[in-house]
């Protein structure tokens, strides 16, 4: 995976790096905790941003 700049996206990214050796059956649950990891950190990012702060919590 290409580095995202920020950790949290980072490590929710290097989930799907192990896909591989994860039953098919299991795939849907990792792509949904990718997913809420992503909007999760998206969610925190944008309340900041809302706030008046830094990006970057």
Known sequence: MTESGE????AALARLDGLGEVPVREHVAVFEEVLSGLEATLASVEDVSAAGGDERP
């Open 7 to 10: 950790v949290r996206v980072g």
